[in-house]
Nanobody, 122 residues
């Protein structure tokens, strides 16, 4: 079955950077848009970014100019470069496969990774 494995999370000071990666298997990866979501304790999972099969990208307003999503179809990976991190970015980050519909909705994604924790200290 489809598997998504995230990596790259950790603890970083405010203003620092992290690069998250998501490796996909058992999926015709290049055909699918991929998304990143995050979920902070006690909050709903929220959209962060997505990249479609053509490389077009979208971001939630709070990360624009700080985060960059990219994909490598030769390695079946999607990455999220996070710069100028803020304590408000603290969350578990998930990658997911876009299946159709509104790209900002969790209901539009059919497969999810297990998540990777990002903690930003002030």
């Amino acid at each position: 079955q489809v598997q998504l494995v995230e990596s790259g999370g950790g603890l970083v000071q405010a203003g620092g950077s992290l690069r998250l990666s998501c490796a996909a298997s058992n999926l015709p990866f290049s055909r699918y848009a991929m998304g990143w979501f995050r979920q902070a304790p006690g909050k709903e999972r929220e959209f962060v970014s997505r990249i479609n099969s053509s490389g077009n990208t979208d971001y939630t307003d709070s990360v624009k100019g700080r985060f960059t999503i990219s994909r490598d179809n030769t390695k079946n990976t999607v990455s999220l470069q996070m710069n100028s991190l803020k304590p408000g970015d603290t969350a578990t980050y998930y990658c997911a496969v876009f299946m159709g519909g509104s790209y900002g909705s969790t209901k539009s994604y059919g497969y999810w990774g297990q998540g990777t924790q990002v903690t930003v200290s002030s």
